[in-house]
Structure formats: C-alpha cells, structure tokens
C-alpha cells in the first residue's frame, strides 16, 4: 500500500541554518504530494503541495520539488527562524477518489538563537 | 473565519465511559475526517465521511463510531473509553478530492486521556 517515509527527528538547527526534511513515498499511481505545518498546541496546516511531476511547491521561504525518479519530496528553506519550530509531516493523497491521506510520521524542528 | 471547530478542547473520561467529540466546518466541505495523533505514530486516519450520509472506516476505526449529522457535522463517538485511547483527536475536512490537490484543513484538537 501507499506509504510516506521521513528523516527521523528531532532536527535542532541554530537561527539562519538551511533546512532540508527528507521524505520519500511509496505509491501506486501518481499521488499528489503535501507538506503540513503542526505549531505547539494547534492542528495541521497546509505549507505547501505539489500535484504532478517537476512541480515546485513554495511558501513562507520553504520549497519541495515533486521528483518522480527517486519518489521525493524533500523540505528545504534556505534559512530557519526560531519562529519556524514545529512538527512537519510529509503526506500524500491518491486516486481515484482522493479522499484518504497518508501522512508520514513527523519530523519535529527546534530552532535555537 | 472559523474553519473546522472541535469541541470539547480537553476531556478526561474514566475507564467505561462514553462520551462525544464534536466537529463542524464553515467551508462547505463534502469530506470530513476523524483522525488520532500518538507520539511517534503521526495521524492515524480512524473513519472519514466522502459526503454527507456515508462514512467509511479508516486505519483504526475499533472502539469508536461515527455520525455525519449533515454536511457541516461529523462527530466521534467512544462507546467504552479504554486508556489505549488517550490521545489528541483531530478533526479534518476538505473539498470533494476531484483534482487531488484539495488540502485538508484542521481543527485544533481534541486532548482526550482516559484514566
């Protein structure tokens, strides 16, 4: 079955650091791909997607290239903040219905001054 | 802009007990989603609802029910809380997935701990 795979945390980067979360899925098809955002207290929330092949999703500094070749969709921004901190999880979704997300298992982000 | 709106925020059940979590979107969503977050497991999908009048098991649907009051309703039920389901309950919903590229959007959790 379908699968989302991410770099085990916890990542602890100094401020201005790059941040890269890898994550790797397993799908049948052609699965649209997510990055969530989960702040201390809260829900979920979308950082950004990828719906097809080569597409870059972009948000708030952060990008993630749906690679295809190597089933990818690593996390990067280019220089972490403290207010960056949080959870992220990877996730994807797949037809035809759509209607069920895999999500990956977390990895938690602590940025420190 | 309320979004998905959960209530209650905290509850503590003791073993046997019932109880019902509420969920409600403004978004005019078709599907909605009860999940469970546990310390190094992620979400667990537990049931979803593609539309108003169905609903379909997830991942781990065992000890819990469902009901889809409506289109803005979607509500968790534990019969017999056991401690194995202490845990944070999210409720999701999201536009009918056509495309696929419909994110979910979140409420901001249920922190249930049964003693």
């Known amino acids: 079955g379908d699968s989302v795979t991410q770099m085990e945390g916890p990542v602890t980067l100094s401020e201005e650091a790059f941040l890269t979360i890898n994550c790797t899925y397993t799908?049948?098809?052609?699965?649209?791909l997510f990055w969530y955002v989960q702040y201390p207290g809260e829900g979920l929330q979308l950082l950004l997607k990828?719906?097809?092949?080569?597409d870059k999703g972009s948000n708030k500094g952060f990008e993630a290239t749906y690679r295809k070749e190597t089933t990818s969709f690593h996390l990067e921004k280019g220089s972490v903040q403290v207010s960056d901190s949080a959870v992220y999880f990877c996730a994807l979704s797949e037809g035809p219905s759509y209607d069920k997300v895999i999500f990956g298992p977390g990895t938690s982000l602590s940025v420190i001054p | 802009n309320a979004g998905v709106t959960q209530t209650p925020k905290f509850q503590v059940l003791k073993t046997g007990q019932s109880m019902t979590l509420q969920c409600a979107q403004d978004?005019?969503?078709?599907?909605m989603y009860w999940y469970r977050q546990d310390p190094g497991m992620g979400l667990r999908l537990i049931y979803y609802s593609a539309s108003e009048g169905t609903t379909d098991k997830g991942e781990v649907p065992n000890g819990y029910n469902v009901s889809r009051l409506n289109k803005r309703e979607f509500s968790l039920r534990l019969e017999s809380a056991a401690p194995s389901q202490t845990s944070v309950y999210f409720c999701a919903s999201s536009e009918r997935r056509d495309r696929g590229n419909q994110p979910q959007h979140f409420g901001d959790g249920t922190r249930l701990s049964i003693l």
């Open positions: 799908a049948t098809g052609y699965p649209s």
């Open positions: 990828a719906t097809k092949a080569d």
């Open positions: 978004m005019n969503h078709n599907s």
